[in-house]
């Protein structure tokens, strides 16, 4: 199978996806959300989710929970939440693996600049040149100055070098986090951007409307986790984000999906 037919289970005829990112088991544990991947699944998955991004773990033994939904699995993490400090993300998981697991895309974070540059964007050219072998669409996770960089790098700048690196070195489709003037990051890259969740919030009206400004901007979608699971009933979240990503949806008339 190639990339365009493994795309086509992520994105759809619009060209826009919602993924629902569960990979946060790989270092924070059973978190509150994700203690019992299943039953989360079931719920994101009635809610109208694209694709699922997660662990080998949950890809081989939920496997019939994960149904057709399009899956994305990760191939490297960071240090566990035992770690403090910026760090880089180190590779446990091979392409032929995700192949095998049946996965439609991997995803793997570099951070250009700080100390962490050398190590992820070397892991993001080499796991580009081993997903054209398979013929497997790679996603690249950008922070500029590494997984946990400090915040004062993710400037509009850095986020547009950052995303064109990821298109520059073989990526498929970046997730990358949202700021003010995205149109400058998304005009600058030409392979699909999706917009990441970031920390948990309790103010999901400001959460929507950044989401849709990131839409306005350019972006083909978003690639969220907290701020799904995270909530008392994530089936809705992820139709209020079908909502605004699919169906252009204003912010105002999509958070009726919190209520019905």
């Known amino acids: 199978m190639g990339k365009y037919k493994r795309l086509q289970h992520i994105l759809r005829p619009d060209g826009r996806t919602v993924i629902v990112a569960m990979d946060h088991g790989g ?8 203690i019992d991947p299943g039953a989360t699944l079931a719920k994101v998955i009635a809610g109208g989710a694209d694709a699922i991004l ?24 960071p240090a566990t939440d035992l770690v403090t400090g910026v760090y880089d993300c180190e590779l446990f998981v091979e392409v032929e ?20 540059e050398r ?11 081993e997903c054209e072998r398979y013929g497997m669409p790679l996603i690249a996770e950008m922070y500029p100055g590494g997984f946990n960089g400090p915040p004062e790098l993710m400037t509009i700048d850095n986020l547009k070098l ?27 890259c030409y392979i699909p951007i999706v917009v990441l969740g970031g920390v948990k919030t309790n103010n999901l009206e400001v959460f929507f409307t950044n989401i ?9 979608g978003v690639a969220i986790g907290r701020n799904i699971w ?3 009933e994530p089936s809705r979240i992820v139709k209020v984000l079908n909502a605004l990503v699919h169906e252009n949806t204003d912010v105002v008339t999509a958070m009726t999906f919190l209520h019905k």
């Open 27 to 34: 270092t924070s544990g059973p978190i509150p959300g994700i």
């Open 54 to 77: 997660t662990t080998v773990g949950v890809a081989k033994n939920f496997e019939t929970a994960l149904g057709p939904t399009g899956l994305i699995i990760r191939l490297d993490f």
């Open 162 to 188: 950052a995303a064109r690196i990821a298109a520059e070195w073989g990526a498929d489709m970046v997730k990358i986090p949202y700021r003010p003037g995205f149109e400058a990051v998304t005009a600058g």
């Open 97 to 116: 693996e995700a192949v095998r697991l049946g996965a439609d895309a991997v995803i793997l974070s570099a951070g250009p600049g700080k100390d962490v």
């Open 230 to 232: 995270g909530h008392p």
């Open 119 to 129: 190590k992820t964007l070397h892991n993001l050219a080499r796991v580009a040149r």
């Open 212 to 220: 849709a400004e990131a839409l306005q901007a350019g972006a083909k």
